[in-house]
């Protein structure tokens, strides 16, 4: 994962949460380490070892910002928890 990549798309998206498109978060969470699984027609769900699955519809308008709002939080936690985990094995 290039950590500073996704910081940047963060700070893009929660600039303008109600108009992200669905391949710009499904951009940013694969670059997060989040793999799709088709969850239907217009659904894609995004699993990680350990998360939630988070699904994400695929509708012609985006996504609604809620659902923005959902994917930017939990990818900043993971990275937060990255970041600790990471600092604890350099002690």
Do not use: C
């Amino acid at each position: 994962m290039d950590i500073a990549k996704v910081r940047r798309s963060l700070v893009k998206l929660r600039a303008r949460k109600a108009n992200v498109r669905f391949r710009e978060l499904k951009a940013l969470l694969k670059a997060a380490g989040w793999v799709e699984r088709t969850g239907g027609r217009h659904q894609s769900v995004f699993v990680k070892p350990g998360r939630r699955p988070i699904p994400i519809p695929d509708h012609p308008k985006g996504p609604k910002v809620f659902f923005v709002e959902a994917v930017l939080e939990q990818i900043e936690l993971d990275m937060a928890m990255e970041e600790e985990r990471s600092a604890d094995n350099n002690r």
